[in-house]
C-alpha cells in the first residue's frame, strides 16, 4: 500500500510562487509516474500536472501550463509542484497521485490533499 503524503499548503499572495511536496513511500518511488491534481470548492477533482517514472517528460493542463512546474526527486522519493503566477482561480484542495504505471495511464493512489488559497 503506499500513501502519498502532501505537505506545503497555505497562504499565498496572487501573483506569487509557491510549492508543495508529496512524498510517497511504500514501492520503488523511481518506478512509477506521479501527479497533481485539485478540487475548487464546489467543484470536480481535475488533473493538473503529471511526470514521467524517470522525469523526463511532464504533461500540464492548459489552465496552469507556463506557470507550474512538476518534478521529482527519485533518492527522496519525492514529486514537487512548483507553482508561479499564482492566480484566486489556483484556490483549492491540492491532491498527490500516484500512478500504477511509468508513464501516467491511471491513478492508483491518493494523497489526503493540502490546501491552497490565493488572496487577491
Known amino acids: 500500500q503506499v500513501q502519498p503524503v502532501e505537505s506545503g499548503g497555505g497562504l499565498v499572495q496572487a501573483g506569487g510562487s509557491h510549492r508543495l511536496s508529496c512524498v510517497a513511500s511504500?514501492?520503488?518511488?523511481?518506478?512509477?509516474?506521479m501527479g497533481w491534481f485539485r478540487q475548487a470548492p464546489g467543484k470536480e477533482r481535475v488533473f493538473v500536472a503529471r511526470?514521467?517514472?524517470?522525469?523526463?517528460?511532464?504533461y500540464y493542463a492548459d489552465s496552469v501550463k507556463g506557470r507550474f512546474t512538476i518534478s521529482r526527486d527519485n533518492v527522496k522519493s519525492t514529486v514537487y509542484l512548483q507553482m508561479n503566477s499564482l492566480k484566486s482561480d489556483d484556490t483549492a484542495v491540492y491532491y498527490c497521485?500516484?500512478?500504477?504505471?511509468?508513464?501516467?495511464?491511471?491513478?492508483?493512489?491518493w494523497g489526503q490533499g493540502t490546501q491552497v488559497t490565493v488572496s487577491s
Open positions: 497521485a500516484a500512478y500504477a504505471d511509468a508513464y501516467g495511464d491511471q491513478v492508483r493512489f
Open positions: 511504500g514501492r520503488i518511488f523511481s518506478d512509477y509516474a
Open positions: 511526470i514521467t517514472w524517470n522525469g523526463r517528460t511532464t
